[in-house]
């Protein structure tokens, strides 16, 4: 300490990231992996394989646009359903009142291309 902080610091050896840091940078993909495998060799290569398809089947499953959605399925599958967390309740796009809203009609014709098309849209004549 005679000769300072940066003294101190050159004779540590573990300036590295905090443990807690190199986990939250593998994120949640390094425990997946590390779960299938598990998964694979307790039930068998078909669990994960099942568990794959669901998640496949549930992410295929959409609203009608303008509706929010809200993948409860997906959230069960990978036990979300109980996390709480700062997305939960911060900043919600659904909650925004300045938000520009559009009815449910004219979102699905722009969805399948329909106001693109002439002779149909708001202001048509047939």
Request: proline share 7%; aromatic share 4%.
């Amino acid at each position: 300490m005679r000769e300072g902080l940066p003294a101190s610091k050159a004779g540590v050896s573990h300036l590295g990231k905090h443990p807690v840091q190199l986990i939250q940078e593998q994120g949640p993909s390094a425990s997946a992996v590390e779960k299938r495998q598990m998964l694979a060799k307790t039930y068998g290569i078909a669990m994960p394989a099942r568990m794959d398809i669901e998640r496949q089947i549930l992410g295929a499953q959409k609203r009608l646009p303008g509706l929010p959605s809200s993948n409860f399925g997906q959230e069960i599958l990978s036990n979300d359903v109980d996390r709480f967390g700062f997305e939960s309740y911060l900043d919600n796009v659904n909650d925004r009142t300045d938000a520009p809203r559009r009815d449910a009609h004219s979102l699905m014709e722009s969805k399948l291309g329909l106001n693109a098309m002439p002779g149909y849209g708001p202001g048509s004549r047939r």
